[in-house]
């Protein structure tokens, strides 16, 4: 007569085996049926589940999430929310209840009237990022700096000028993201306690971010390390008097790239890690070689005019991350060369540079071949490289050491920074 075991019976070293081969949601199902099953799910999960995403986690019903929340509340640090009002699985209440070690938060598509009575509970939090999707902030950013007081990092998008002065009452902050206009005194106001501050992104500070505002940025927050914007009317090369600028990710008028990129070249060599240039327009062979003087950068974001400007770039050694997407005038040899001298390099966007060829291919995978570790993901759509050349080679050469992608990168990633490199195709060119 065959043998009958009760599976709530099970040892814990079995039934974690077990939960090993079932999908989350299954395991929650079965956390829900008793301590035993729900102490072997807090034990497989016990190093999980730092950062969650609420749109890739694969719950479905508000039953999942909670038990998800009761059980990996404690363990979650950084949340991201997706879901608009609309959604069937309204969160924050939970998440206000359950992860009482909550440090980070981003909320991108729920209205704010809605989730501020539960985000102000979480006094945890050190870092805020919220859009101020369809306008319905009552206060929020004075409501947070009363309730929220260990906020360091704050993100701020479609918040009224009104509200956004209040961002001056936070004088810890070390990262501030302000994707909504204010005037020049305004900005000034809001950035002037903030001597601790290390990261400013902005978008078009076109009507504030002006030459008198940049000079008080650089004497006021002398420890900024990194800074975005797009468009402002700022004579850029005061950015040559942040001592401490590492990432840099502006968009430079044609006007202004000789001077800039000298100073940056004369004051910026020995700590400039990462060098983003919006709209990726040219860069000629002067500006390159002002360029290759920067020799810390890591990341690389431009459009060479042509292979003498890469020649230039080449001689930098430190570069892990470039895109020369859409610089169709540049040939593979000295690409080549550039591949070979960095044996850091991890990322390289070639797509829309159409000279290049099955040629390039070959010469980066004897460079690959020296290397000990450190593939090289390579994005080359629309170059002229056949896509079957990984097939047709023989296998002594370093294929797992090259990634070879045909489509657009979906962008760069790494050292806490990401950049979305989608192809910018100029009207005409400059």
Avoid at 198 to 212: D, E, H, I, M
Wanted: glycine share 2%; net charge neutral; aromatic share 10%.
């Amino acid at each position: 007569m065959a043998r009958i075991t009760n599976f709530s019976d099970l040892n814990r070293s079995c039934v974690l085996f077990i939960f090993k081969f079932l999908s989350l949601e299954d395991q929650l199902h079965l956390a829900r049926c008793c301590r035993g099953f729900r102490d072997a799910f807090v034990q497989l999960h016990r190093h999980h589940f730092h950062d969650v995403i609420d749109r890739e986690t694969n719950l479905r019903t508000l039953d999942d999430w909670q038990t998800f929340l009761w059980l990996c509340g404690g363990s979650i640090r950084s949340i991201q929310s997706y879901f608009d009002d609309d959604h069937p699985l309204q969160l924050l209440p939970m998440i206000s209840k359950y992860c009482y070690r909550l440090e980070s938060i981003t909320i991108n598509n729920a209205t704010v009237a809605r989730t501020q009575p539960y985000l102000l509970k979480i006094t945890s939090l050190r870092k805020v990022h919220v859009r101020n999707y369809k306008s319905t902030s009552k206060d929020l950013i004075k409501a947070m700096q009363i309730r929220l007081p260990h906020i360091t990092s704050l993100g701020l998008e479609s918040f009224e000028r009104r509200e956004l002065q209040e961002v001056v009452h936070f004088r810890n902050l070390v990262e501030l993201l302000m994707y909504d206009e204010v005037t020049a005194s305004e900005f000034t106001a809001i950035i002037k306690p903030m001597s601790n501050l290390r990261s400013l992104q902005l978008r078009n500070a076109k009507r504030f971010l002006t030459t008198g505002s940049l000079r008080y940025l650089a004497s006021t927050c002398r420890h900024l390390e990194k800074l975005s914007f797009n468009d402002c009317d700022a004579d850029l090369t005061l950015l040559s008097q942040f001592s401490n600028l590492k990432y840099l990710q502006i968009y430079c008028p044609e006007e202004l790239k000789g001077r800039f990129f000298k100073a940056l070249a004369i004051n910026c060599s020995s700590h400039l890690e990462f060098l983003i240039l919006h709209r990726k327009r040219w860069i000629n062979e002067e500006q390159a070689q002002h360029i290759s003087a920067l020799k810390s950068l890591k990341w690389l974001v431009c459009k060479p005019r042509d292979d003498s400007c890469v020649q230039h770039l080449a001689k930098l050694s430190q570069l892990e991350c470039v895109s020369f997407q859409c610089a169709r005038e540049i040939g593979e040899q000295k690409l080549s060369i550039m591949v070979a001298n960095n044996d850091q390099l991890r990322y390289l966007n070639i797509c829309y540079c159409l000279g290049i060829t099955d040629s390039f291919v070959l010469d980066t995978l004897e460079s690959l071949a020296k290397r000990a570790f450190q593939p090289l993901h390579l994005f080359a759509a629309a170059t002229d490289i056949r896509h079957d050349i990984m097939d047709r080679l023989p296998p002594d050469y370093p294929l797992k050491m090259l990634c070879l992608n045909f489509e657009c990168s979906e962008g760069i990633t790494g050292n806490n920074h990401f950049y979305i490199d989608e192809p910018e195709f100029d009207r005409q060119a400059v």
